[in-house]
C-alpha cells in the first residue's frame, strides 16, 4: 500500500524557518517524483515544489523560489521541504505526493496523497 506521511509543520513568525518531512513507504521510491503541494482556507490546492527520486531535478512555484528548498534522502525514502524567510502568505496545510515531476507542478499528476502538516506564519 502507498502511504505519505507529511511533517514537520507549525506555528513560526514571518521571516521564519521549518523544514517539512514525507515519509514515503508502499513504493520504490526512485519509481516516482514526491511533490509538496499546499491550501490555504478558501483557495485552490497549488504545486510548491517536486523532485525526481531518479535523477534529484527540481522544480519550484514562483512564490517559493529562493526561499523554499526541497531535497530527498534516498535511503530513508524521505523528501524534505526547507523554508526559509516564510510570509504570512505561506499559511496553508502542506501536502505530499507521488507522481510526475515538471516545470509547470499540477495536482492532476499526482496521487497517492497523505495527510497534510499545517503551517501557520504569524505577522
Known amino acids: 500500500e502507498v502511504q505519505l506521511q507529511a511533517s514537520g509543520g507549525g506555528l513560526v513568525q514571518a521571516g521564519g524557518s521549518l523544514r517539512l518531512s514525507c515519509a514515503a513507504s508502499?513504493?520504490?521510491?526512485?519509481?516516482?517524483?514526491i511533490g509538496w503541494f499546499r491550501q490555504a482556507p478558501g483557495k485552490e490546492r497549488e504545486g510548491v515544489s517536486c523532485?525526481?527520486?531518479?535523477?534529484?531535478?527540481?522544480y519550484y512555484a514562483d512564490s517559493v523560489k529562493g526561499r523554499f528548498t526541497i531535497s530527498s534522502d534516498n535511503a530513508k525514502n524521505t523528501v524534505y521541504l526547507q523554508m526559509n524567510s516564510l510570509r504570512p502568505e505561506d499559511t496553508a496545510v502542506y501536502y505530499c505526493a507521488a507522481g510526475t515531476c515538471r516545470a509547470t507542478i499540477t495536482y492532476a499528476e499526482f496521487g497517492s496523497w497523505g495527510q497534510g502538516t499545517l503551517v501557520t506564519v504569524s505577522s
Open positions: 523532485i525526481s527520486s531518479s535523477d534529484g531535478s527540481t
Open positions: 508502499g513504493f520504490t521510491f526512485d519509481d516516482y517524483a
